[in-house]
């Protein structure tokens, strides 16, 4: 397979055949060498990848597929043709428009009206959560090691000054954090974890609107303490203990500026 096959003549930059071959692990070493220096450049390119792998990995968790080192067979599959690909892409496109026109109008009844707007952030988080805190390799993209280029880089991602909260009274150091696709806008988790190995993330992302209410979202064993100041929503979620999440969330409020003695 030759490069042209997946880049753009002009630019020589991968087009999206190439990144989503470069997602699926399907393109030779070099060429895989040559995405990764393109994606360094191109924010936009790298937020789709990124996009692209989280939807990935909330497929494979869903399905309860587990993450493996080595795998126990090899299963040889034909390769299916890019063209057929995008056809099937989008039926599916089509098929949640149609879903989106159908369901519109229930949404609010759905939702509980303004407030689902503003638990959907919240919804997102979790589902962040779920995804990334099982990864052992990969949980960050950018380490803590390198804590001052992740506070810029997502800041200037998100349009706002960010700063990272410390945890180290709970027992949780700081891993890393990444960049994820928000409703509105781009969003950031930073993740943490204690000796044992426990995980919590603090997901940040910009809000249309503002309020001073604090509420708890609940999936399975998971739990999601979210807020919302000056226009950005925060979400801390993790399995532990519902009075200590709650403690740590009030903490890690007043610290961002927020006002917890507000909170009923």
Known sequence: MNNDEHTT???????LRALSAFVDSELPESESA????????DPQASAQVASWRAQKAALQALCGAPEREEPPFIVLRARIPWWRRVAVAACWLAVGAGLALALG???????????GDVMSFARRADIAYAVYTPERRHPVEVAAAEEEHLINWLSKRLNRHLSVPSLQEYGYTLVGGRLLPGEAGPAAQFMYENQGGARLTLYVTGIPKDETAFRLFRDGNRRTFYWI????????????EEDKLRSIAIEVCGELGGRPETWQ
């Open 105 to 115: 109008p229930l949404v609010p009844r759905l939702t509980g009206g303004g407030n």
């Open 34 to 41: 040559a995405v990764r220096e393109h994606l360094a450049r």
């Open 9 to 15: 003549g002009s630019a020589n930059a991968p087009d």
């Open 229 to 240: 100041n000056d226009h950005m929503g925060y979400a801390l979620s993790g399995p532990i």
